[in-house]
């Protein structure tokens, strides 16, 4: 059940507004609004819009059955588009330690 804005908590009624609200570290939301900037950029999606409207709208597209394979075409696009970059040395490789 999604909660609604309520003077005891915050909204939990779109996509966007759960992703922001379950990261607390500002600069660490901030960093992945910037990444989910660059790849919305990348794929010309929504481009006027902010970043909240983009997700919510990203993933409404995503739910639509006849669109979902366009969503899964971007995202790897988008990787293939990154992993050249790594390739051609435009960018580096970053790993990600989980803990092991």
Not at 27 to 55: S, V
């Amino acid at each position: 059940m999604l909660r609604t804005q309520h003077e005891d908590g915050p909204d939990f009624s779109n996509p966007y507004n759960m992703f922001k609200y379950s990261i607390r570290n500002e600069l660490t939301r901030k960093y992945y609004e910037r990444r989910l900037k660059r790849f919305f950029d990348f794929i010309n999606f929504d481009i006027k819009l902010d970043i909240g409207e983009r997700c919510n709208n990203f993933v409404n597209k995503s739910r639509n059955e006849a669109s979902s394979s366009w969503v899964v075409n971007q995202i790897i696009e988008f990787l293939q588009f990154q992993k050249n970059r790594v390739e051609t040395g435009e960018i580096t490789a970053s790993t990600h330690s989980n803990g092991n």
